[in-house]
């Protein structure tokens, strides 16, 4: 790659580095905290759904020959008993009786059609007759076992991103476990002797570190997991020691932010470039400076220092695969006329954070300065102004990406 | 309300006992944590952004009067130093000096400008001089100290959804914490003799809870919190205790499956309706029986025990409702063409579970009918069959609410 490469070639370099990632590792996790994740292999139920086969209304279970006649003239015959829903083998129903029977109960033997209640009539003495108004035939409002799965179906495909209504049916089938994907392990870095933990007290030339938890916070948003979080001082050895601790936690990908541009102390840089670490300018503003590499087999990305273009750098470069791998929807594009005039550089694809104001125009949010990170969080898309673009005027469409 | 209601009579009912979970209580949670959580208040940062005024560039740190005619002829002037983004207090500039500076790193007392590396070369032995090829203003690549924000500005206004770049401002400002509105407390009770934890050997008539899992998901799905699960078996005092005890546990709002239909052994209906409650039927399939309570000023929303039943009411009548507290988008409704003709019972509204097929039209799965947990997790959308709709021809266009 050239020293300046274009956005789509650092997004494409960086892509190849996390391939790797896309066949994942799987887990078991119980059913009640999988929620989100995605299904590893087929789910084959144990058991047949429903299990028994029980009625789908509150009514008399009966025999379909019994009350054959019955809406040319009612049919009283003797209660039996009642079924409810409820554990136990219920009695089989002799010829001829019908047994109060609860939605849900198991049907009993010797019956095979349900009268709803609305269709019959109370009949004898304390209701131990009922009087059948409407003739069922066999199977009605029976739900025959395995009518909706026999046991050993699949209950739920491999690569289902697991919403409520699939722990419903992993459930429903006895399960209390799944077998997933697990989440992409990543850990975070942030690089820079001037940083402090926030809410310490600055000293002169110490700035809160917000990479640190806003990195992490946007690798959660992708679906991903955070494995590990430092912050390391400019010190090639000290970040040596924290990708190793990184890869031995676990960590399939490091996020580093600073320590890449091409001041001295730049400590990404002068790890990883020895390594054969790509460390460049991008033409892009803001987040000129990027970096990505192998270490030891591990991929890391190297975002510039400032939250702003740490924030965007993510977004553009690999949020795009974490997404994809968590089963997210990608960040959509939407074209907006632009609200008011504007200027960019030219050769650099311009990411102006903005907003859409009330007549669904795309307005530009506290300028292009990439420590504008007060301005970041009032933004809710970017927008992007091609390389070869330097002077749009209001109301014409450009691409934004909504945040 | 009459004893059968429409699907808007219900949900309007519903909303009005949710109504004054709309108020929310507030606490102060980590900013590491806060991520989708919605600020309660203005967020206030203690400290300029950035807290100093700092380089914009890698370069050299000048006085702009000192280099004021480098367009026209180089200017050179000795380098008196070194400052890199890291604590402490850099010297102040001399007159007719200028300063190595890094990008990020304290501007010294003195310097009034930043000359990017690239407009300068070496000079001197050593490098001990720089040679300002470019003229450059006062305020260029310098960033002032609350450029961004002033101390004691907002940084967040209230009501925002919490992402990882409104995280990066609120870190940035040093902040550790945020006010947030709670998340509605919510308790999970199935009822059901038949009932037993999933997973469990059954017995004859037994059938696993599938509701607990998934209406807990379901909630938190939503945005809400699940402070308690519980199943109960059909006994009024039962379920009455465990109402005390999810009330005990702060629980806002609880939601039961089962124990609603008109047989016997209607727990639900025999200890709510005598306090009030509305229990009866609503005009739809599945999930006909419905029930709706304050019990002890604490409302109680009580679905059918199907488990297709059961979500498809949560997504009905409670769901809207928790994730716009939460900040989440509604359910979208999408008019699609069906795949295949299909009958529907008068007056009621069906919703069938169905699918978006490859030619982009709703194709139905599984049926009707109400037990059929494993075709709703093969569906990935319900279709809506309004009530005096009996007959539809393929390609007639339906409403369909994404899953």
Do not use: C
């Amino acid at each position: 790659m050239s020293a300046r490469s274009s956005v789509e070639e650092h997004a494409s370099f960086v892509r190849s580095l996390l391939s790797g990632l896309g066949a994942r590792p799987t887990e078991r996790v119980a059913v009640a905290d999988a929620l989100g994740r995605i299904t590893a292999s087929p789910v084959e139920s144990p058991i047949a759904l429903p299990p028994f086969r029980n009625s789908q209304m509150d009514g008399f279970a009966v025999r379909a020959s019994d009350v054959a006649s019955a809406t040319d003239a009612p049919v009283t015959l003797p209660v039996a008993g009642e079924v409810a829903a409820a554990p136990g083998l219920p009695a089989a129903l002799a010829p001829g009786t019908a047994v109060r029977i609860m939605t849900g109960a198991q049907v009993p033997e010797g019956a095979d059609a349900v009268v709803p209640v609305e269709e019959t009539e109370a009949a004898g003495a304390d209701g131990g007759a009922v009087r059948i108004l409407v003739a069922r035939a066999a199977g009605d409002y029976v739900r025959e076992a395995g009518s909706d799965l026999a046991a050993g179906d699949d209950v739920l495909p491999p690569g289902v991103k697991l919403g409520s209504r699939h722990l419903a049916a992993a459930a429903a089938s006895g399960l209390t476990g799944l077998l997933v994907r697990e989440r992409v392990r990543v850990a975070v870095v942030s690089t820079g002797s001037e940083l402090v933990e926030p809410g310490a007290e600055l000293g002169p030339g110490e700035i809160p570190d917000a990479n640190g938890v806003a990195l992490a916070a946007a690798v959660r948003a992708a679906g991903a997991l955070v494995v590990r979080e430092a912050r390391v001082r400019d010190d090639v050895d000290r970040l040596r020691a924290e990708l190793d601790a990184a890869r031995e936690a676990g960590a399939e990908l490091v996020l580093t932010s600073g320590g890449i541009s091409k001041g001295a102390y730049e400590v990404v840089r002068e790890l990883l470039e020895p390594l054969g670490a790509w460390v460049g300018a991008v033409a892009m503003q803001p987040g000129g400076p990027q970096a990505a590499a192998a270490y030891r087999g591990m991929p890391v990305i190297g975002f510039p220092g400032n939250p702003v273009s740490a924030q965007l750098s993510f977004e553009l470069f690999v949020a795009p695969t974490l997404r994809a791998i968590a089963g997210r929807p990608a960040a959509s594009v939407v074209p907006l006329p632009l609200a008011e005039p504007l200027v960019s550089v030219a050769g650099r694809r311009q990411f102006l954070r903005g907003r859409r104001d009330e007549h669904g125009r795309a307005e530009v949010v506290g300028g292009p300065g990439s420590h504008l990170v007060a301005a970041l969080a009032a933004s809710d898309l970017l927008i992007v102004v091609p390389e070869d673009v330097t002077e749009l005027a209001a109301g014409e469409v450009v691409q934004t990406i909504a945040l």
